[in-house]
């Protein structure tokens, strides 16, 4: 009997030995095997993506902060707001400054020393979608019309790159939006804007700036999903492993007023009709629920807290 164990043992380790193999060496055969059956070797169905989870304010020392994971895929996002003179043209306006980095711990295809090609492309894209998709206010950041505004600088850094990155950085972005907090803040006797309680242990009598400390009024929040075209499939949500087999993606940004903000197709093989980008819209509205959802449930633990 416990030969007999060992034996099937044994045979399960070969088949085992003999699958990973076949994927090393054959992967995109190995995937095609599975989506013609609907499924992924990580046993998720074509449209479905990978579990996420939101943590706010793991940084203590931002204004605004989050962690998110979507699936390994990691990011993490920080707002520190300093005070900027606002431009002639936006005299009651702030400002917003991203940056995304990706560090060599992120993944082994990024060399020290070396910044990864993909970082200002998605830096560029987080920029062009906070700013075009009407989420923020920029009114909300004034101070003294004229004089004193917040400017945001959102740095986004990548602890883990698992696919679908420019989701990933864009959900902790929005998340760290959500935990911000614009501090109350006075104007000293030589007219510098400086945090209100550290003034008031010295002159309690100034007056505050802003009336009180509070959140940014988020108008729409925008969502995205990346998708893989490969022959007639639709994958959403692609790891590293599957973006590097099947190279054609698509990513679309809807905000939670169903409003399309963009829709990006970085090159590939795939032609995309109509059809298609259709499917990939609606598989998007149904993740900007979904995020909406895990976002919310987030804000309310932490009023809680």
Known sequence: MASTDVDTAEAGLAAEIEVEAYRRLFPLQYYERHLAESVRPDSRALNRARDTTVALGPVTCADGSALVKIGDTTMLAAIKLEVMIPTVESPDEGSVAVDYQMPPICSPLVRPGRSAEAAPVISKQLSDVIMSSGMINLKEFSLVSGKAAWIAYLD????NADGSLFDAALLSAVAAFSHLQIPLVSLNDDGRVITFSEEMKGKPTLEPVNKEKRRL???SIPFSLTCILHDKYVVSDPTAEEESIMDTH???????????????KAGGTVLAYTSTF??????AKQRVEELSEILSESLSAMDVE
């Open 217 to 219: 009024t988020l108008a």
């Open 156 to 159: 986004i850094y990548c602890l």
């Open 278 to 283: 259709k499917e990939c819209i609606a598989l």
């Open 250 to 264: 698509v990513t679309v940004v809807l905000d939670t007023k169903g409003r399309l903000i963009s829709l990006y």
